[in-house]
């Protein structure tokens, strides 16, 4: 990497901005991280982490900080017509983290903060982000940084990744316009204590003629609380009140329940907007500043988190001269359609929860108890909230040549457990067992051998074809485990090579047959290293 290299400015210390700082640290790209608020923020506003997020988090060592702040919500319960018309069960999902979490954001955000301590970034806090330049797409950018006391400084950087949130400047600066719409209707937000017979391992929606209210529990019997159609007209003075939110409760639930000791409320209404694109040049959209919507299924902070882990191992290995700058065109092309598929979904959501007709209320209570007891409606349902569904098999990068398990390029590389047989690098020879996310790394691609009938050969193979760019993955010999039904549907029974990206998602998948396109392949996406050394055997 060149020594003159300016850093990458990253605009917006929140989750999604953090998350980015994270990510490019630890490929030991320079960062600098602004925003424009003095303090942290303490109150909870996003507060569900989902199990896609918590696996990635693991890979980089921060899930179990989390969990542990938190509070799993093991189902929804959609109450309709004085009874429970649906419960969605999420344990039934393909993760350890069968659960979505309840943590306030503020939380989120401290254990965010911890590792960029750890990592040696710090947030330079009163500072905006005001003007952009740029003399042409392969130069410098130059920003407009703004103090509290006026003060104005000129800062060169090498790209910018915008996470300032839904008012962002440089979304306007480089043209590309927030397309979708603003619902008029209010709501009430607030968390607050809740005595009632309501369990904590599910979060409720309370749906009826005058609105639905929805109960986010948070552990000790405390509930993040929002509702539509308020009973008061929002003021700006002054939050929602205890016994406002107690009256929709009432008027909205059939079980008994008192709430009390409230810590906060605000009112708050919905946008539902994204961006066409998420790269001009040399900025980059995420989070807020690319996509904002209702917060119906909690996605919204999870989807920008993603962003920056799709995002920021292709900008470390093109920084670094690892990959061709025509990787960073892949940011847009793979996250947009996933952008796409939340708001639909969210809006969705919001529309028939809050619908008032009766008819519409009267078919839904009907149906759902039906649908909801479908074992496949079930499984997909969660599958897709828990955003494990999500894959890149549209994407250029992901390329199948033949396999003969269920997993294609593209997908998500589940935690199965596995025979290790061999670590490349590792002087132990003796097979033990291991699961897949043990062998992954976020911060380089990971080749799996499985089911392999000559090691030595197929390595070797491998090393002659794939050498000039070994030095950016990481070999693991595994076997499946016989008779474990999701290792082998996984990953079949037969000879397989995958080619894992450092985001936990499949590249590359064939056999030991392929490994001619596998060399094809990497020439396609990385720049070879011309005097690669010479790695240990895997075999």
């Not at 980089?60 to 319960?77: C, E, I, Q």
């Not at 393909?94 to 659960?99: F, P, R």
């Amino acid at each position: 990497m060149n020594e003159d290299l300016k850093p990458v400015l990253i605009a917006g210390a929140g989750p999604t901005g953090m998350m980015a700082a994270i990510e490019l640290s630890r490929f030991n790209i320079p960062v600098r991280l602004i925003e424009k608020k003095a303090e942290p923020e303490t109150t909870s506003r996003a507060i569900g982490v989902q199990a896609r997020t918590l696996e990635l988090l693991e890979q980089r060592g921060l899930g179990s900080s989390l969990v542990k702040l938190g509070n799993p919500g093991l189902a929804f319960s959609l109450y309709g017509d004085g009874k429970r018309i649906w419960r969605l069960d999420f344990e039934t999902i393909n993760s350890k983290y069968n659960y979505l979490l309840f943590v306030s954001q503020a939380e989120t955000e401290n254990v965010l903060r911890e590792a960029l301590d750890k990592a040696g970034v710090t947030i330079n806090r009163n500072l905006t982000l005001i003007a952009l330049g740029q003399a042409d797409r392969d130069t410098k950018l130059t920003a407009v940084l703004q103090r509290r006391d006026g003060l104005l400084e000129q800062f060169e950087c090498s790209y910018l990744i915008d996470a300032e949130g839904a008012h962002s400047t440089a979304r306007g600066t480089v043209g590309v316009h927030f397309q979708g719409k603003s619902h008029v209707e209010a709501y009430a937000l607030g968390d607050l204590h809740i005595d009632s017979d309501l369990v904590e391992t599910d979060f409720h929606i309370f749906s009826s003629e005058h609105g639905f209210m929805s109960m986010f529990p948070m552990g000790g019997r405390r509930f993040r609380v929002m509702a539509d159609n308020p009973i008061s007209q929002p003021s700006k003075e002054t939050g929602p009140s205890l016994q406002e939110f107690q009256q929709i409760y009432d008027q909205r639930s059939h079980i008994p329940a008192k709430f009390r000791d409230m810590s906060w409320s605000s009112w708050f209404r919905i946008n539902s907007r994204m961006v066409n694109r998420l790269q001009v040049g040399r900025v980059f959209l995420g989070g807020d500043s690319a996509h904002i919507h209702s917060p119906a299924g909690a996605q919204g902070m999870n989807t920008g988190m993603q962003d920056m882990m799709n995002l920021c191992w292709k900008l470390a290995m093109v920084m670094k001269g690892q990959a061709k700058p025509e990787l960073l065109e892949t940011y847009s092309n793979e996250r947009i359609p996933v952008i796409q598929q939340v708001l639909k979904k969210t809006e969705a959501t919001n529309d028939a929860i809050a619908s008032k007709s009766r008819l519409f209320r009267s078919v839904f209570n009907h149906v759902a108890p039906w649908l909801v007891g479908m074992e496949n409606v079930q499984n997909n349902a969660a599958e897709h909230m828990s955003q494990l569904a999500l894959n890149y098999r549209e994407s250029p990068l992901s390329v199948p040549s033949g396999n003969s398990g269920e997993l294609r390029a593209g997908d998500r590389l589940p935690d199965l457990p596995v025979t290790l047989l061999h670590s490349e690098g590792s002087s132990e020879m003796q097979p033990r067992a291991a699961t897949i996310f043990s062998l992954l790394s976020p911060s380089f691609f990971t080749l799996l051998y499985c089911n392999i009938p000559d090691p030595a050969k197929t390595h070797s193979d491998v090393q002659s074809a794939i050498g000039p760019w070994h030095h950016m993955m990481r070999g693991q010999l595994i076997a499946t485990i016989p008779g474990h039904d999701r290792s082998e549907k996984c990953l079949g029974s037969s000879p397989s090579i995958v080619l894992v990206r450092p985001d936990g998602y499949a590249a590359f998948t064939g056999s030991d047959n392929s490994i001619a396109k596998l060399a094809k392949y990497c020439g396609t996406w990385l720049v070879p290293q011309t005097s690669s050394r010479k790695v240990e055997s895997a075999a």
